[in-house]
């Protein structure tokens, strides 16, 4: 009875430790305020109320680059500077034509 009374305490242990998840997940995405006056690393998020469409789009992901060059392709990238909406931990937009 010792053992199984073990066994299942053991197997109630590794369940647990694998079904684990963060209870309270950080903000992992938000539209960069390019204008606020607060510093930190990076920039700080926008109110949720002002977002506008605006802050996802940038011109230059939908046009197919040069790709007449020594290698063969051109990569145009896009960071946080130029498209708002990406602020999130240097994650960047690239298109590879």
Same mark, same amino acid.
């Given at each position: 009875?010792?053992?199984?009374?073990?066994? &299942?305490?053991? &197997?109630?242990?590794? !369940? !647990?430790?694998?079904?684990?998840?963060?209870? !309270?997940?950080?903000? /992992?995405l938000c539209?960069? /305020?390019? #204008? @606020?006056? %607060?510093?930190?690393? $990076? =920039?700080?998020?926008? #109110?949720?109320?002002?977002?506008?469409?605006? /802050? =996802? =789009?940038?011109? $230059?992901?939908?046009?197919?680059?040069? +790709? %007449?060059?020594? %290698?063969? @392709?051109?990569? +145009?990238? %896009?960071?946080?500077?130029?498209?708002?909406g990406l602020? +999130?931990?240097?994650i960047s937009?690239?298109?590879?034509?």
């Amino acid at each position: 009875m010792a053992a199984k009374m073990l066994l &299942l305490a053991l &197997l109630a242990m590794a !369940s !647990s430790l694998a079904m684990a998840s963060d209870p !309270s997940p950080l903000q /992992d995405l938000c539209v960069a /305020d390019k #204008d @606020s006056k %607060v510093l930190v690393n $990076g =920039f700080v998020c926008k #109110d949720p109320k002002v977002v506008k469409a605006e /802050d =996802f =789009f940038f011109r $230059g992901l939908d046009k197919a680059g040069d +790709t %007449v060059n020594k %290698v063969g @392709s051109n990569v +145009t990238a %896009v960071n946080v500077n130029q498209l708002v909406g990406l602020n +999130t931990l240097g994650i960047s937009m690239v298109r590879i034509d």
